[in-house]
């Protein structure tokens, strides 16, 4: 294709292709599923870590199929509702065309509808289509289990490119030859570190280029180059924080006259990219630049999470029904930082959906309830499923469509006389309501009566996540709400959240199983919905110390040399949780950083990291060897190298050796995590 083609989509199209190296196996391999040469994939699932080119590979793919005539649909799954209608939505246009090519990218943020997709979605496609799922994680062993899929799925790993196809990228960026030696030094052959570094390196000619802290830290704000404006910096900043960007985020919070310009600059970004609800910028580019942003200015932090969050909170409020969960979900990431973020960001979603109440749906409610509470609550959501079945909300597991859980969210405006008979529960939240603040007409009360979930009862999971969405849905987008209540048999577990959330307790009845349910109250007549956002988003930002406890102030960065010397301490120290937590290495951005992160769980969050970092080491099978030394040495409990060496038969001169380059990979492992944000290679298995 040539550059003089006529549409800007073509232009587009011939940049992409130019720019795009390596990759020639998987091509290959879809170019013949492509065709339809026998024997060929129907569908492939490439997975890999966050920046090793998948999307770029499936923007390949998908020009490679449009050029063949081919129609082309495209799901990303970060930005869909993680259930099987909100896939069906998304991919409806798939059965249009008995041809068709769909292409589903960024899967781990859905990875729970793998059985559903495997065992229901996929076998209805027409047997011309053709599928790619990209993700960053592989395909659970249940596709190999089946002879069919042995032979109808072809699973591609996704590594590194080649030393040449780097080579070459570098060379299309225009880094000079001088300065590449450095850049592969630093950033091997993962495809964003590259990028990054060539961003920084492009039309230098001098040879002395090297990743110092201080560039490393300044490397994905030069990677956008010449930030024009401080609202430009704020729109990059903006992009970073919420889930989607749209114009109309940015107009809102940097005023219409610049929304469309600052927009057009963001999607324009080498780590930018976009689908139907808006841009977003790369995973490991969104966290960096929040959390640089975290760290250097929290006021401004503050002051641009709750003009974004208020945005958010008005498109929540006026979405339609079928859109409401997805706007709620994009405020609900808004919490995945501070002391919170464990029950607002689940790491794996698409396992279970909500859906309504079906009337084959009751033997199996009233068997949950039966096994969770026993038949005195059985007897009581007996009589709510008569009297008010549209209150129950059905949870199911979408590789069966089998109810697991369900949820009872009452609405009342003043409940009769036989439904405080038959629910204490209800009785004492409308006392509590007569006594502190009656419901004046039109009014309303919410009561959320059971979270029924046997298998994690009244635990933060996935299911309670789910239900935690409708909740905070009818919060924002109930008319004429007064009150809400929300029931725990595990109090003191539950009041930080509760507090978090504008709730104090108000009531507690001892139960015929031992617990004691205590409800939770809020009166919404005094908690506007914009106070309660700035009371509860996203917990304690500034409060949550950045560095380890007593220090007095913000660590400051480690020098390279202090950092590895860092690690190598922590190593020793893994078995040692209060070494762990007391070190410098908690102070670092690769922990602070962190979705969830607490300074109480810093230790536990360094010596994840440690671990992960050192089961990469079998991410390369050259470098296994030196895994086998490193985790000997430091996770075994072994009395000492000597030890360690005759348990791996090994000549001492020679272990040392391997544990020496294999402590040396970990600490450059971490370094690039620390200064850039790359993320940890997956071990190969």
């Not at 070459?168 to 225009?174: G, H, S, V």
């Not at 592969?184 to 990743?211: K, Y």
């Not at 958010?312 to 990431?333: D, G, K, M, W």
Request: glycine share 8%; aromatic share 8%; with cysteine.
């Amino acid at each position: 294709m040539s550059s003089d083609s006529g549409s800007l989509a073509e232009r587009l199209r011939w940049a992409r292709e130019r720019a795009f190296v390596g990759r020639r196996e998987e091509l290959a391999m879809f170019r013949d599923s492509l065709s339809g040469v026998a024997g060929a994939p129907a569908v492939l699932h490439v997975h890999g870590p966050g920046g090793v080119g998948k999307s770029t590979l499936l923007r390949r793919f998908a020009d490679e199929s449009r050029d063949a005539g081919r129609p082309v649909v495209e799901v990303n799954g970060r930005l869909i509702d993680p259930s099987p209608s909100g896939f069906r939505a998304e991919a409806a246009a798939v059965g249009a065309a008995p041809d068709t090519v769909l292409l589903v990218d960024a899967f781990e943020h859905c990875q729970g509808l793998e059985g559903w997709l495997r065992d229901r979605f996929l076998p209805a496609l027409p047997d011309r289509a053709l599928v790619v799922i990209a993700g960053r994680e592989g395909p659970s062993p249940a596709w190999s289990a089946d002879l069919a899929w042995s032979e109808a799925l072809a699973v591609v790993l996704l590594s590194d490119l080649a030393l040449a196809d780097a080579e070459r990228l570098l060379e299309l960026r225009d880094v000079a030859p001088a300065v590449r030696d450095q850049v592969l030094a630093f950033a091997g052959g993962h495809p964003l570190a590259l990028s990054l570094a060539a961003g920084v390196t492009a039309h230098r000619e001098d040879t002395g280029w090297a990743p110092t802290p201080e560039v490393l830290t300044a490397l994905l704000s030069q990677m956008v180059g010449e930030v024009p404006s401080a609202e430009h910096r704020l729109a990059l900043e903006i992009a970073a924080h919420a889930m989607t960007t749209t114009e109309g985020l940015l107009r809102v919070v940097l005023g219409a006259e610049r929304g469309a310009e600052l927009f057009t600059w963001l999607r324009r970004l080498p780590v930018a990219d976009w689908g139907r609800q808006g841009m977003f910028l790369h995973d490991l580019v969104s966290d960096a630049v929040d959390a640089d942003l975290r760290w250097r200015d929290p006021q401004g932090y503050e002051e641009m999470h709750r003009r974004v969050g208020h945005h958010l909170l008005a498109q929540a409020r006026t979405a339609s029904p079928a859109e409401a969960l997805v706007a709620i979900r994009e405020l609900s990431y808004l919490k995945r930082y501070g002391p919170m973020g464990e029950y607002f960001q689940m790491r794996r979603e698409g396992d279970y959906h909500e859906d309504v109440l079906r009337p084959a749906d009751h033997d199996a409610v009233r068997r949950l309830i039966a096994e969770a509470e026993g038949p005195e609550s059985a007897a009581i959501v007996g009589f709510w499923l008569e009297r008010q079945p549209e209150a129950f909300w059905m949870y199911r597991d979408s590789a069966t469509g089998e109810p697991v859980a369900f949820m009872t969210w009452l609405r009342l405006s003043e409940p009769r006389p036989d439904e405080l008979a038959a629910d204490p529960v209800l009785a004492q939240a409308w006392e509590h309501t007569l006594r502190t603040g009656p419901l004046r007409p039109g009014e309303h009360l919410l009561l959320a009566r059971f979270l029924i979930h046997p298998p994690a009862y009244y635990e933060i999971s996935p299911v309670l996540h789910l239900m935690q969405l409708r909740i905070c849905a009818d919060w924002i987008r109930s008319g004429a709400l007064a009150w809400s209540f929300i029931i725990s048999p595990f109090p003191e577990q539950w009041e930080t959240l509760m507090e978090h959330l504008g709730h104090e307790q108000a009531t507690a009845l001892p139960w015929h199983n031992g617990h004691t349910y205590t409800l939770f109250a809020c009166d919404w007549r005094v908690t506007p919905l914009s106070i309660w956002f700035d009371r509860t988003q996203p917990g304690a930002l500034t409060e949550t110390p950045t560095h380890p406890a007593g220090t007095g102030g913000p660590a400051a960065p480690l020098a390279r040399v202090d950092f590895d010397a860092a690690v190598r301490d922590a190593l020793r120290d893994w078995h040692r949780p209060d070494a762990l937590a007391s070190g410098p290495l908690c102070g670092t951005r690769m922990v602070t950083g962190q979705p969830g992160y607490a300074a109480e769980h810093a230790g536990a969050m360094l010596r994840d990291l440690l671990t992960d970092a050192v089961d990469a080491l079998r991410a390369d099978p050259r470098d296994a060897k030196l895994h086998r030394v490193v985790a000997t040495t430091y996770f075994h409990r072994v009395p000492g190298q000597t030890v360690a060496a005759e348990r791996l038969g090994l000549p001492y001169s020679t272990y040392r050796r391997h544990l020496q380059r294999g402590c040396q990979r970990v600490c450059d492992i971490l370094w690039q995590r620390e200064t850039v944000g790359l993320p940890i290679p997956a071990p190969h298995v």
